[in-house]
């Protein structure tokens, strides 16, 4: 073999191959299984949400056994009614993410109802747990600082005291806040963000 003959060779053998474009249904089956992936993922976070409310639940009926005075007795039974409240939306959410079952012929349709779901769940998930911070931090600031013999003459007699208490309470807000978009986000908003780009892709094709 000549010279040029085996610089030919090596030559081809060391140029990169154009692989040939996939097809719209070949790439709708990958991001079919893609999507069905991320969906099981989403189902595993709100089982083990639905585990976690459960055992919360236990623990707000443990405390009606318990000699509790008034107020506590009807911030348990609002916070046993939440817990209610959020164990009938779970279950309704997993069942209505359980009937899509992404086939090719209509993934892209599917998606995008999927994603409006999980989108209004989302936003409304955020909206209450936010909205809860605010009665929370304070009904447990008033309850154990007038449990402890605090008067409400308290504030105006020491301000500086007070404008710290104020701060620290806005603190505690802030934190939860914080919180509640950081757990969202973790839990089901990284999710649906790549949902969202797989749908991108679909229509590309």
């Not at 010279?3 to 709708?28: A, C, F, G, M, R």
């Not at 919180?179 to 991108?200: E, N, P, S």
């Amino acid at each position: 073999m000549e010279l040029d003959d085996l610089k030919s060779v090596w030559k081809h053998y060391n140029e990169p191959q154009i692989q040939p474009s996939l097809d719209e249904t070949t790439i709708k089956k990958i991001l079919q299984g893609k999507t069905q992936n991320i969906i099981d993922k989403i189902i595993q976070n709100i089982i083990l949400e639905t585990a976690l409310l459960v055992l919360l639940l236990l623990g707000s009926l443990f405390l009606f056994t318990l000699p509790l005075d008034n107020i506590l007795w009807y911030a348990n039974l609002c916070y046993l009614g939440l817990c209610v409240a959020s164990f009938v939306f779970y279950s309704l959410l997993y069942r209505q993410i359980q009937k899509f079952h992404f086939r090719v012929q209509n993934i892209k349709t599917e998606l995008e109802q999927l994603l409006l779901i999980l989108h209004n769940y989302i936003s409304l998930y955020t909206i209450v747990g936010v909205a809860l911070l605010p009665p929370s931090v304070l009904f447990g600031f008033f309850y154990g600082y007038f449990k402890h013999g605090g008067y409400w003459q308290d504030f105006s007699q020491n301000i500086p005291k007070t404008l710290l208490i104020v701060a620290l309470l806005l603190a505690c807000m802030l934190v939860g806040f914080l919180f509640v978009k950081w757990y969202v986000k973790r839990l089901y908003g990284r999710y649906l963000d790549t949902l969202r780009t797989y749908l991108q892709e679909l229509q590309e094709i």
